[in-house]
């Protein structure tokens, strides 16, 4: 079975360096364009209604809170393998309703949120405090937030960034050897 499985991941692998090197450069382009702009909307919680939908209908304004962060992106830069970072994201509610946060999601387990768990009048301000433990998490790091709230759209992101440097060797606990008598 595992055999099987690894002829038809190689013939995959191999079948993909062969049409990716026979496409044109102009065909790759497009498909990168394309993509980009996928990512671009998924980003922007652009929502594209089923066509089985029976109808979808603005939010009334008087009805929904909105959302209005000083920055919804934090770069903690570079940090050790093992560190915690901080952060908490401020927020005004600019809506005419008042805002409620019904739940904080985070993209992993190394990510742990708080939030005002009051609902937020027009005009006041909020918080919503994230905490990345870097314990086991190495290289590139870019865990989110999912903020679900009486907001149009009613799913807002928050994303940390930054790099974890493996702990290095010498930081290690030195190995003892044996012991001559």
């Known amino acids: ?47 594209v209604a089923p066509s089985n939908a029976q109808s979808v209908q603005a939010a009334d304004p008087g009805t929904v809170g909105a959302f209005d962060f000083e920055t919804t992106e934090f770069d903690f830069g570079t940090i050790s393998e093992g560190e915690v970072v901080e952060h908490v994201f401020n927020f005004k509610n600019k809506g005419e309703a008042p805002l409620v946060i019904s739940n904080v999601q985070a993209s992993c387990g190394c990510t742990s949120p708080e939030w005002t768990k009051t609902p937020i009048k027009p005009g006041e301000e909020g918080l919503i405090k994230v905490v990345f433990n870097s314990t086991s998490k190495t290289g590139v790091q870019s865990p989110t937030v999912s903020v679900t709230a009486n907001t149009s759209p009613n799913v807002t992101r928050l994303r940390l960034k930054g790099t974890v440097n493996q702990k290095t060797a010498s930081a290690a606990r030195p190995v003892e050897g044996p012991v001559k008598k």
Do not use: H
Request: glycine share 4%; charged share 30%; proline share 0%.
């Open 1 to 47: 079975m595992i055999k099987k499985l690894s002829i038809v991941a190689c013939a995959g692998i191999i079948m993909a360096m062969w049409v990716g090197c026979s496409e044109k450069t102009d065909e790759k382009d497009e498909r990168i364009a394309a993509l980009e702009q996928k990512i671009s909307q998924m980003e922007q919680n652009q929502v």
